[in-house]
């Protein structure tokens, strides 16, 4: 028996995946390369815009024909955009195929749903359910690289945004359960580890005895071995000194920060609800080059929020040019029917919306740009993470401050760090070659 996962959206959801995977797997099946083949296929779903939505019921309306073939094959639908109100009543009338859909807290029982859907009994539940990590045995896929949830759920209510929604309040796991995670990754060989959180800072704010997230740097800052650490997403209004230090005292944790900014005016940003003006900001990015000089800076930015004029789009591109983010994942505003923003006035049309971007993505191109030129001729530490499908016996992995880099080389380093000098460095890609090579 086989199984497909199909998954969108975030980070978060990659590792719901490798749990999903994990309960497949306990059951006998194998997973494969794509839904006709499969006995079980699950979509795990983001409905952070909406075309992430369209896409995806556009996918699982595609299913209907192979069911046909195949009748009983398992189809699932679980994650963020099931969990939202009305989303899986829509999915039982609209779809009658669709055997199971869960959301976001109780994927502990798919592994029910699974059974039941074998002798043909359908499950739609959606109850938040407080889950353990440790109720699941992940299938991880992305060796060398472990992602480790540290809380879940956010409590921030951007004003756009459909995650506190579809992902419930904010719940810290305990330190000492992640360290006795991360300790079984390291001794199972894994060289990156990921921690995961809508807002990493704001790690153990629930927990009422005193864990907060620098402490919990610290204590993973210790543990021996080579390794590296990476963590997102950071929230800007509760990046702390602390943390910042955290990352400069232990060579292991990368110099490397996702600081989603959003927007480069502070009045839009008070209309996100973002707690910070454009001046706080920028200030917190001088404290982090201050202290950390290498350090990579990435963000996201949004475009077109309700009543953006030309000056706040402007006040973006020129803060853009100031933090020199080493990269921007760049985003047009969609309307998330829940969320405050939805109903306020001035929606921008999208013809601006669309010109907006495109002006966004060559501003950052040409920050980008430069910060590659810069790196020309440099050596970085890199960990060979896997091959370059594009391109005969080429291998990629990041450098310390998170910039992809690709390079001759073999799948046996897969996991091993090497050095490379950067030999091409046009805009976002990195060509270099490999000076030495330690095991
Ligand atoms: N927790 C993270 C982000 C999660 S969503 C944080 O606070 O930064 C990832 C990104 O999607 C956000 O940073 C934002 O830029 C974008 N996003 C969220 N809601 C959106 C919406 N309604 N329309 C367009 N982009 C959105
Ligand atoms: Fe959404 Fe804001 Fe929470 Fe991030 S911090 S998940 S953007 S509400
Ligand atoms: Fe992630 Fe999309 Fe959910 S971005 S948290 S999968 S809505």
């Known amino acids: 028996m086989k199984y497909f996962i ?18 497949l797997e306990s059951l006998g099946y194998e997973s494969c390369k794509n839904a006709a083949e499969a006995d079980a296929v699950v979509f795990n779903t983001c409905c952070i815009r909406a075309t992430a939505e369209q896409k995806i019921y556009g996918h699982i309306g595609e299913l209907k024909k192979i069911k046909r073939q195949n009748p009983n094959m398992i189809v699932a639908v679980c994650g963020c955009m099931s969990q939202q ?10 779809y009658p195929f669709v055997d199971i859909v869960l959301g976001t807290s109780n994927l502990t029982m798919l592994k029910d749903a699974v059974i039941n859907a074998r002798s043909k009994k359908k499950s739609f539940n959606v109850d938040f359910v407080s889950y353990k990590e440790e109720d699941f045995v992940e299938s991880r896929t992305s060796f060398p690289n472990a992602w480790v949830n540290i809380n879940y759920g956010c409590n921030n209510f951007c004003t756009y945004c459909i995650v506190p929604y579809v992902r419930g309040r904010e719940r810290s796991r305990s330190l000492a359960d992640i360290i006795s995670e991360i300790n079984s990754l390291l001794k199972d060989g894994y060289k990156e580890i990921t921690l995961l959180g809508q807002n990493v ?14 402490q919990l740097l610290h204590e993973i800052g210790k543990l021996e071995g080579k390794f590296r650490l990476r963590f997102m997403t950071s929230h800007p209004k509760d990046l702390s000194e602390e ?11 990368c110099n490397n920060i996702h600081l989603p900014v959003q927007s480069g005016s502070t009045e839009i940003l008070r209309r996100m609800n973002r707690r910070y003006t454009r001046e706080d ?7 982090i080059r201050a202290k950390l000089p290498d350090v990579g800076i990435t963000t996201d930015i949004m475009v077109g929020f309700p009543g953006e004029s030309e000056q706040d789009f402007s006040d973006t591109l020129d803060l853009v040019r100031q933090a020199k983010f080493s990269s921007a994942f760049c985003f047009v505003y969609s309307r998330r029917k829940g969320t405050p923003a939805y109903s306020m006035p001035n929606q921008i049309p999208s013809d601006v919306k669309r010109s ?3 002006q966004l993505l060559a501003c950052q191109n040409e920050v980008t740009k430069e910060i590659s030129r810069e790196m020309l001729g440099k050596r970085f530490e890199i960990l060979v993470e896997g091959a370059n499908d594009h391109y005969k016996n080429t291998m ?8 992809l880099v690709n390079f001759v080389g073999d799948e046996n380093s897969i ?4 050095t490379v000098e950067i030999e091409k460095a046009k805009s976002a890609t990195l060509w270099g070659r490999i000076v030495t090579e330690e095991k």
């Not at 109100?85 to 609209?94: F, H, L, W």
């Not at 800072?201 to 620098?214: I, M, P, T, V």
């Open 281 to 287: 900001y920028l200030k917190l990015i001088e404290k």
């Open 243 to 253: 943390v910042i230090e955290a990352v400069s005292a232990y060579p292991n944790i």
């Open 356 to 358: 907006r971007i495109t």
């Open 415 to 418: 996991g091993e760090f090497v």
């Open 85 to 94: 109100d009305g989303v899986a009543e829509k999915i039982k009338d609209s």
């Open 201 to 214: 800072n704001s790690y153990g704010h629930d927990l009422q005895n005193g864990e907060n997230f620098a």
């Open 396 to 403: 990629c992995g990041r450098t310390e401050s998170g910039r």
């Open 6 to 23: 199909h998954t969108y959206g975030c980070q978060m959801n990659v590792h719901d995946s490798e749990k999903i995977a994990g309960i």
